[in-house]
């Protein structure tokens, strides 16, 4: 079995908030804070192969040349594949081959850092998939879906919250 959440959305405001990633401690303001949990359930046996997952956003003003404008982009394998938000998963130890379950959480803090004097408004989408290995038989599904969308407003490099939001979407499975 595999399933995905989006939980734990929190704002972020001018106030930085710090995220840790391993030894990693990083601060973050202007934006949301939110956590996205994939669980998996290996059966016991052989031939066990590893699951995958795609951290796909679509956005239209980007951060960085990796990420271009209004394209889907998986940012695990293009847009930022160095960032430390990946460590829970390449850290993540197989229950193979006596099976068991896996969970993996990722911490994301999508936000707009401060930006002085820029008034802007940014939309942010997310398509997080979790994929079962194959060949090894660990899920009834082949993957889990979950969307979230992110609006930012910022006035002369103030956030304006209630114009902001951060919208859990539709989940889905394929069997």
Known sequence: ???????????IGVTPVSVTYGPHTMSFQN?????????????????CSD??????ERVDLPAHATHPANTWTDMYTVGSPTSPIWIPWTTKVIPCPAGGNLTVTFTDP???????????????????VARSGSGCGCCSL????????????????????SASSFTIGPSSTDP
Request: hydrophobic share 40%; with cysteine.
């Open 110 to 128: 999508p936000s707009l850092g401060n930006a002085p004097g820029r008034t802007l408004t940014r939309m942010l989408e997310f398509r997080l």
């Open 31 to 47: 934006g949301h804070v939110f956590d996205f949990v994939m669980n998996f359930n290996y059966r016991g046996g052989t031939g």
């Open 142 to 161: 082949r993957s889990a879906t979950a969307t979230a969308t992110q609006v930012l407003v910022m006035v002369n490099g103030v956030l304006d919250t």
């Open 1 to 11: 079995m595999v399933s995905v959440a989006i939980q734990n959305v929190r704002n």
């Open 51 to 56: 699951c995958t997952f795609e951290w796909n």
